[in-house]
């Protein structure tokens, strides 16, 4: 079997990237997986010396079968980092897995995410594999099912469904608002994931996340997750970009393998209702909370 790369965005936080690095090489699959890591410059000259730490750290890293690292001269941020690297190692190599600098995985994480891709590699309508899952109750549903959202806390993908990203946030929002089905992007009216998509529109803030899973909505596409979760967060800290501090979403990552069996290819409706009533009950909700906390600060 040929496994997928890894791709790996650090910037300026040493020890979530040491975190992150350690759990990785603890999968038994990593010895035989070829790690990329895309290291952006510092945005200005208070971040330099953290970044040339994170840099210290990735040259001496091993346990992968390769690392290659790309050390940016210039600072691209998250967002246009995350989505120039995706895009050339996806056109390379047809799959991906994607983990960011502060996503803790279980020894299991590889070989899970693996398994997915190459079990639903020629199914079109599936088009994004998440190792994450949040912390509500999931004991009526399935070890594996299909919901609405693209978790990007550990994710794969392949070239054919990455092909669908579309950087345009002002086009999402005009596609989704002329489908007649905001309510559902919005997870039924649980998250205002539609906001945090006009807020890109309006340049009021610039993520990427939100326009995938805009771009795999309008393409009818399904996301695939685990009932346990193979990855956690540990970023939530306001030590990153975009996050500010909060343990609503803490997980436990599982300590147990997943042997992974075909599903239909249709939404859980369980999920769904879950997930809807979780966002619900998060008073304002996160995303909410982002846009605002922006909005404050550019005055708009």
């Known amino acids: ?25 603890r999968n038994d699959l990593a010895k035989d997986s070829e ?11 208070s971040d330099v010396h ?19 690292i790309v050390k940016r001269d210039s600072n691209f941020g998250l967002a246009k980092s995350i989505v120039s690297g995706v895009t050339q190692i996806v056109s390379e190599f047809e799959k991906v897995i994607v983990l960011e600098d502060d996503i803790v995985s279980s020894p299991y994480f590889l070989q899970y995410m693996n398994d997915a891709l190459n079990m639903y590699e020629n199914d079109e309508q599936v088009m994004h594999i998440s190792g994450h899952f949040f912390p509500v109750d999931t004991d009526s549903l399935p070890d594996t099912f299909f919901y609405g959202q693209a978790s990007c806390w550990g994710w794969a993908t392949w070239k054919r469904a990455w092909q669908h990203y579309n950087n345009d946030a002002l086009h999402l929002c005009r596609e989704i608002e002329g489908s007649g089905e905001r ?25 990427w996340a ?8 309008l393409e009818n596409g399904l996301c695939l997750h685990p009932k346990m979760s193979f ?14 501090n909060t343990k609503v979403f803490d997980v436990n990552v599982t300590s147990h393998d997943l042997k992974l069996s075909r599903i239909n290819l249709e939404e859980s409706v369980k999920a769904r209702e879950i997930m809807k009533n979780f966002y619900k009950s998060i008073e304002p909700s996160f995303a909410t909370k982002l846009v605002n906390k922006i909005q404050m600060i550019i005055g708009k």
Request: hydrophobic share 40%.
């Open 35 to 45: 790690l990329y890591i895309f290291s952006d410059a510092p945005r200005s000259s």
């Open 1 to 25: 079997m040929k496994f997928a790369p890894i791709v790996l965005f650090t910037y300026n936080r040493p020890w979530h990237t040491k975190q992150t690095v350690e759990s990785l090489k």
């Open 183 to 207: 309510w559902k992007f919005n997870i039924d009216g649980g998250m205002s994931f539609f906001s945090t998509l006009k807020a890109n529109a309006k340049g009021q803030i610039n993520t």
């Open 210 to 217: 939100v326009k995938w899973q805009a771009s795999i909505f």
């Open 231 to 244: 990855t956690r967060n540990i970023g939530l800290d306001s030590s990153g970009v975009h996050c500010s």
């Open 50 to 68: 953290k970044v040339e730490e994170v840099r210290g750290y990735l040259d001496a890293i091993d346990g992968f079968k390769s690392i290659s």
